[in-house]
């Protein structure tokens, strides 16, 4: 796609002050997770001390308290709670959780904040991308909308491209605790940009209108997307997990070569959902969204085949359309399946991809011990194509 094309379908969005604004307070939030997730299993196994059955049952409570929190205060959010005053206290509690946990070695007290504390600034993420979809409003013939989210979301990969290396470099000088104030630095400047640049919307309240997310999840075309993207994030989540060995143990690969391959992805992922938004702003969302999932397909399958650890770093491009699919075309794609719910369809999304990723640290161990390292790969694509399935059968009518 040209870049000429692309730069005038969002011209109007990237002049703008405001739009930049966010930018910046998207790219803020991602640097937050940036720092602290690919050190996590590390500070709690080499730090706290916690075994391997110990970290996954850490893991699980917190992503499951997050789940429920953020189900919560998604339905408060599209009743009665401003967005702006959400992301204050998102912000508030990403700051005081962090540094709860740079100086707390107590298992138990970790889990305490980690389920309470940063249960509530899960609701960031959710929270801004449905402020975007509310400020530039519905999605109708020529909207910028799905232009707006890839560029927003391609503004949170650009941290993680930065995020790991700058939480390395923290980590060789100022050890865990050094990553984790970080993050805290973070999470302040990340609610200073929501005080300059989300503006306040009041509620309106809807009497009698059921908006939670359980009304959501009634409707047979609502539920089926969200456990199809929820198998798709698993997949993600499983060849995280599962790709580092693969390349250390079976092909024989370096350390070195594992953050090559990691490294590879986020920076299609930034050009590919740039392209993509401009394509669902013409009226292929769905399009997109099909042809994201296949490219998962085939990476998965020629992963499997792979001889030498080399190979894997153009595969890794494939990752890239298809992670770039999934995290920004798919979030205007759910805000469509659920109309004047903006807070509670990004949550539906934020949480079909926290539980895929549950799911994905719950089974790996199980999976990878019957498959093999080559064999998860098979799995991971034949979770793809359920999701694939559920895409092409459990589709929109106006679609």
Known sequence: MPALVIATAGRSLLLSPAFLGLLWTNFTLGLTSALVLPFGSLWATQEIGMSSRELGLFMTINASSAIVLSTIIA????????????????????????????YLHNPILLTLVGSTVLGVASINFAQLFAHVREELGQVQAGSDVPFAMGVLRACYALAWTLGPNLGALIKSRFGFQGIFLAAVACFLAFGLSVLVWVRERPRVHQARVELGLSSGLRQPLVLANALGFALMFAAFTLNTLNLPLFLTQKLGGTEQGVGIAFAVSPFFEMLFMVGFGHLATKGHQLGVIRLGICAAVCYFLALGQVTASWQVYPIQILNAAAVAVTASVAIPFFQDLLPNRAGVATSLYSNAAKAGGLLGFMTFGLVASRTGNAGLFVVCAGLSLTTLGVVIFARPRRA
């Open 75 to 102: 339905r408060w959010s599209d009743l009665h709670i401003s967005r702006r005053r959400l992301l204050l206290l998102g912000s508030l509690a990403g700051a005081l959780g962090h540094l709860a946990w740079g």
